[in-house]
């Protein structure tokens, strides 16, 4: 970590570190700059227009050392200022007409602070009108004035006395002065918005805002910190228009690129004796950076102004090969901005370019353009920047004393780029930050076909959001397919420089129509980390990040909204979120019903007799592995219940579950509903000892560390390699990360259905154990086999059944919460589920293993293996 992220600025480090724009630059000459590894770039930014000649111009230094030589003293206010004197005249003879004092500041946001100053002594009015969009530096003053409500609200800004119109609209700027008369005291103005987004307004509005302004009795401010010295081809950018304003400010360019300075000139009517007497400032006016400010000038004008001409020329050179892109790609590139060497790319690009693709999420997230001036920097060794305001435009301001030549290498350049960005591949476009050459090739983009669909806003349609999260690092090209060229290494490096910048964001839409003729309309919301990422990160920070996607999922209409994987583990159960404006469940009565059904159709289709089954439930002590052990009590004569060895309240919890089936055997038989043969309720019928049903939770508990043990119908354990293999049946339902369920730990011929996500089953077992059928559990058929919109690696109107259930209350519109901790699973809420799956028409999908599905020569080796173990 470098010292400026340490002691300076850790947030922007961290951020310029991640996406490799923190190049340690050690030598600056004219447009290139040279890193520490001696790589030669060329600047295109030129500090936002504050080194009009490039990184230490000869001229200016000779400047400093004749003002070192001649022994000039810097600091002598208050005395006679003469370099400040000198520098003055000189700008008040090339500024527009009008303009005859100067008040020097150290920045051009000081300079906008005195202009608010001026204005206001001047006539008596408080009140300041400014554009939205607009910037105008960041001190509170310059920051009230800024039209940008994200660097505004977290310091109090706009203080009072300050509002914003649309920049470009003239009918705007009359309305408003003519709705508050005598309130304004100035309306200030960029003739062209720098970190707006280099955005020109229409043809005359300079002059007819000055002849608004006029009968108003408002005083016009020009903001050409940015535009003025040069930067568009001319000295000033209002000159185009011929307007004078009442004030003009100045700064970046007057710097030379090496002393900060900044100014605010004004006309005689503006000046007033209380702002002079009463506004002063240290550093501003010191004699070395007036006489860097006087060479600056000198530059510009020196052979009757022969550098503007080529500006201008070298401006229109870039600005025609831009224009030439952004006709070859108008997918990319909406639009070529600016004029002079002042000129914006649009990007246009957005989710229904590449549908399928992460990039269009980075464009919506404002990440897109530092991700290409990163790309730019690294690739191609050409240095940009995005504007502030206007997250779609990369800004090409360089020196004004850049060369044709190289005007074509930043064209060629920005050309190249273009080209990786029109192939679609984010894993194309983010290769540079895990090593990759670029000689590399990619697969090409292959969109997914885009889910289109959007809410009726009738109101007998429900509204659903469901969150999800990649399970693993290889899971994350279910987003964007392209990712699948990076390996797991590559993958850790990538997600973790990005995944603390992207934000929670809908991956797809989709619409459900179930058989009962109702209709849902949902959102898939992804949160970007991974089940590990989950784990490491403060418990705080993952719910943080989860609430973000719930407020999300709530602004966007959301009246429901599920959990998936790790989000209901993080949660607890979604008991942390109960309180976020919206109901949440959890999905896992449905999860329960779904194993239990899986379990039941394996065995028939394998001619298994239930009667004769022990099934161990991995998770036991958990809601979903208590559900599905209550439920599968209803046909299995015995139970292995396992919990988790480093959990010391496994055991106690283990043995509440036990006591809670044997409950509900007693509930049954109390009932007198017919029970199945072998079953545990049938074998406990005779059994004297099982405690009446309604005897207290404390009678259950000791039959099951007592009668109910030695009769052999629940077993315990928090030890899974000393219990498994004695099941014909293995239900997993864990939040562990961990393979658990080995090819040893497996009996023969047993049946395991795991619906923990991610998986708790090896790998190794799908090639070592062909005897043992693994059923990927929870996987459901929607009704009408609608799309998701997104790949999350099952066909088409496939959903996992915490998905489905979040579907069933939206289709039934019930906005409670649902499936919460683990008393909100119970036989009530599973069972109401089984019945609206049945009604809607939610079924168990074809049979899935190790994230495929089963296929026919898969099951006849089962059988076959099966076989001859028998």
Known sequence: MSSYTTYVNPHLGKLLESIKLDKKFVRGEGCHLYDDAGNDYLDCIAAYGALPFGHNPPEIWEAIDRFRESGEPSFIQPSNLDAAGELACRLVELAPAGIKYVTFTNSGAEAVEAAVKLCRSATGRLGILATGNSFHGKTLGALSATGNPNYQAVFGAPVAGFHHIRFGDASALEEELRSRPGYYAAFIVEPIQGEGGINEPPPGYLAAAKAICREYGVLLVFDEVQTGLGRTGRLFACEAEGVAPDVLLLAKALSGGVTPIGACLSTAEVYSEDFAMKHSSTFAGNSLACRVGLAVLNLLTAAGGALLGRISERGELLKARLSALQQRYPRIVKSIRGRGLMLGIEFGLDRETFPGSLLGIMAEQELLTPVISAYLLN????????????????????????????????AEGIERTLAVLSEGSTARLLSYLVGHGPERRYPRFVPYPPNKVTPSGEQDEGRFAFLIHALDLQSYHQFDRSLLAFNEAELAELTGKFNDMVEPFVISKMTVTSAAGRRAYGEFIAVPRTTDEFIRMPKQQALAELKAAIALARERGARIVGLGAFTAVVSMGGLYLKDEGVPITTGNSYTVVSAVDAVNTATDKLWINRAGVTAAIVGAAGSIGKGIALLLSETVPRLILIGNPGNKDSSRRLHAVAAEI?????????QGRPLKPGSMGHLLAGCPELPPAGAPPEAFEAFALGAGRRLGLIDFSTNIDAVLARADVVISATSTTEKIIHAGN????CIVCDVSRPPNVSEAVDRARPDVLVIDGGVIEVPGLPSLGWDFGFEEGLAYACMAETMMLGLEQHYKPYSLGSSGVNLETILQTRYWAAEHGFKLAAFRSFNRPLSEETWQNLLLARRRAG
């Not at 305001?389 to 990369?394: D, E, L, P, Q």
């Not at 044997?662 to 109390?670: D, G, I, K, P, T």
């Open 746 to 749: 497996l009996k023969r011929d």
């Open 662 to 670: 044997f409950r509900y055997q007693a509930a049954l038989l109390n």
């Open 379 to 410: 690739r191609e060794k050409i240095r940009v920047a995005p504007t502030l305001n206007g997250s779609a435009v990369i800004r090409i301001e360089p020196p004004l004393t850049i060369t044709a030549a190289q005007c074509l290498r930043a």
